[in-house]
């Protein structure tokens, strides 16, 4: 793993486990907004505007960098987006290694400890992996991570096991348009 503290790239998603999972009743937004992340790194619509959290790190040299993450929460579902620019000493010659050891942090967070589905693929030119995974009490989440170059792109969807594959979470995995 390229980064000293394992769970960072997790905290945002624990956070808004806990109240994607309490509301009952759903409520579908009508409007979504094209949310541009910092250095217009990628483009990805929200049925909202998204808090943005920055999150200052290190790599395992000492190198400083900051994650930027969006989150929103609306009719009973999650959504995060999240990216960082890895510094100049990260060896980022492996992306599945690296994007495998982010599954790995987070397959903590679901129930046995592991995924129940993850596809690799290529998107826009960039190493991806995609997958789901059940949490307790009949929650899911699915997330879409990649790394392309020094960028980490990782967009993160939680609420019900169906949502997880649903109209919502279709649209804001849909609507990820990377940066040249």
């Known amino acids: 793993m390229t980064l000293r503290r394992r769970g960072l790239l997790v905290l945002p998603l624990l956070t808004l486990a806990g ?11 009508l409007a979504w907004y094209g949310v541009r992340v910092e250095d217009n790194a990628f ?10 959290r920055v999150v200052n790190d290190v790599s395992q040299r000492g190198t400083a960098f900051q994650l930027h993450s969006y989150s929103l929460e609306v009719g009973g579902y999650s959504y995060v987006a999240q990216t960082a620019l890895y510094p100049a000493d990260v060896d ?6 690296i994007l495998q050891a982010a599954l790995n942090g987070r397959a903590q967070q679901l129930a046995g400890r592991k995924w129940t589905k993850a596809d690799w693929r290529e998107f826009s030119g960039a190493t991806a992996v995609e997958s ?14 990649l790394l392309k170059a ?30 040249a």
Do not use: C, N, W
């Open 132 to 145: 789901i995974g059940a949490l307790a009490g009949g929650t899911a989440l699915r997330q879409l991570t």
């Open 92 to 97: 980022v010659s492996q992306p599945r290694a």
């Open 19 to 29: 109240r994607a999972q309490a509301q009952a009743k759903l409520v579908v937004p």
């Open 150 to 179: 020094r960028r980490f792109v990782s967009l993160a969807f939680l609420g019900s096991g169906a949502g997880a594959t649903g109209v919502e979470a279709e649209r804001f995995f849909r609507s990820l348009k990377l940066s």
């Open 43 to 52: 483009t990805v619509e929200m049925p909202g505007v998204p808090d943005h």
